[in-house]
C-alpha cells in the first residue's frame, strides 16, 4: 500500500550525519520504499530506487529527507537555538510495530509505573492525574499541557524522587517532543524527542534525542539513560497487537487510552492517515 497524502508529504529523519561515512552508499527504506543515501563531502545525497532525487536537509542533528517533490514545512524546534543547551542523540533503533503507536506510547504516562519501573515511576503511584489536551489549529499540532507524574528518577540529573511537570508535543504524524521541568534551571525545560522514520506500515526506525541544560552529566550518562528507556519501551511496543495503530472510532479504545492518545488518533484520522493503521476487519 502507498502512503495516504498526509504521511507522504513530510520530512522524515533517516539518521545522524556521523551515520553517513563518506562514500558509503547505505540502502535504507522509508515509507515502504527502498532510497539509498550517499555522504559527498559536506551533503547526504538521498535517491529513490529509480535514480531520482529526494530533497534532503540538515536539521536537529539529523539528516532528513522526502518522498515529495512540495513537501511541507518541517516544523520549528526554537529551543536549538538557544545557548547552553546540550544535544545528545541516541542512534537508531529498529522496533517491529508502526511508528504511529511508538509515538503513542511516548504519550501515554500510565504505563511509566509499570515499563520504568524505579525510574520514571513507582508502582505505588500509578495514578495519571488529569491534563489539559488543545489543538494548536495555525500550526496543526497537538500540546498536552500540565501532566504531572511521580517520579524516582527523572532525569539523568535527578537525585530523588520528584512531582515532574511535563508538556508533549505532537508536531508530524511520527514525531513527538517531551518538555520536562528543567532541574538545574528555574522556568527551563528540557527536551526528549523521538524522530521516527516510518519503514514500513508495521515497522520502525526510532531517532531519539534530548536537548538539555546539564552541566554534570557525561554524553554517555544521557544516552545510556535514553536507550535504558526506549529498550524497555521496545519490549512493550513489539508485544502490542496489531501491530498497527487501531484509530477506527468503531474499534474499542484500549482502557488505558488517555485524552493525548485520543487526541492523537483522531487528529490523525482527520488528516486522512490511513498507512500504518490498523483496519476494523484485522480487529479480529
Ligand atoms: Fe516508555
Redesign the pocket.
Known amino acids: 500500500m502507498s502512503p495516504d497524502d498526509f504521511t507522504a508529504s513530510h520530512w522524515y529523519a533517516i539518521g545522524r550525519f556521523a551515520d553517513f561515512p563518506e562514500g558509503l552508499s547505505r540502502p535504507l527504506r522509508l515509507l515502504s520504499q527502498d532510497i539509498v543515501a550517499v555522504r559527498q563531502g559536506k551533503d547526504v545525497k538521498v535517491t529513490r530506487a529509480d535514480g531520482r532525487p529526494c530533497m534532503v536537509q540538515a536539521r536537529y542533528g539529523h539528516v532528513w529527507t522526502t518522498l515529495m517533490d512540495k513537501p511541507r514545512a518541517l516544523y520549528d524546534m526554537p529551543e536549538f537555538l538557544e545557548e547552553g543547551r546540550r544535544l545528545v542523540t541516541a542512534g537508531a533503533i529498529g522496533v517491529l510495530c508502526s511508528g504511529l503507536r511508538a509515538v503513542e506510547?511516548?504519550l501515554?504516562m500510565a504505563?511509566?509505573p509499570f515499563?520504568?519501573t524505579g525510574i520514571?515511576g513507582i508502582e505505588e503511584h500509578p495514578e495519571v492525574e488529569k491534563y489539559d489536551v488543545s489543538m494548536d489549529a495555525e500550526r496543526d499540532e497537538i500540546w498536552a499541557t500540565k501532566c504531572c507524574f511521580f517520579q524516582p528518577m527523572a532525569a539523568a540529573t535527578a537525585t530523588g524522587g520528584q512531582i515532574t511537570e511535563y508538556k508533549y508535543r505532537v508536531p508530524h504524524p511520527y514525531s513527538t517532543i517531551l518538555y520536562k521541568t528543567c532541574p538545574i534551571r528555574e522556568g527551563a525545560w528540557d527536551l526528549i524527542g523521538l524522530f521516527i522514520q516510518p519503514t514500513e506500515e508495521d515497522a520502525c526506525i526510532a531517532h531519539s534525542f534530548v536537548l538539555v541544560f546539564d552541566e554534570s552529566n557525561s554524553d554517555t550518562s544521557l544516552l545510556h539513560f535514553q536507550q535504558n528507556?526506549?529498550l524497555?519501551?521496545r519490549m512493550?511496543l513489539e508485544n502490542q497487537v496489531p501491530r498497527k495503530l487501531p484509530i477506527d472510532p468503531r474499534w474499542e479504545m484500549p482502557t488505558r487510552a488517555d485524552a493525548s492518545s485520543i487526541a492523537y488518533r483522531r487528529w490523525l484520522k482527520a488528516n486522512g492517515v490511513v498507512w500504518g493503521t490498523a483496519k476494523l476487519a484485522e480487529a479480529a
Open positions: 506510547n511516548f501515554d504505563h511509566f515499563v520504568h520514571l528507556i526506549f524497555q519501551d512493550i
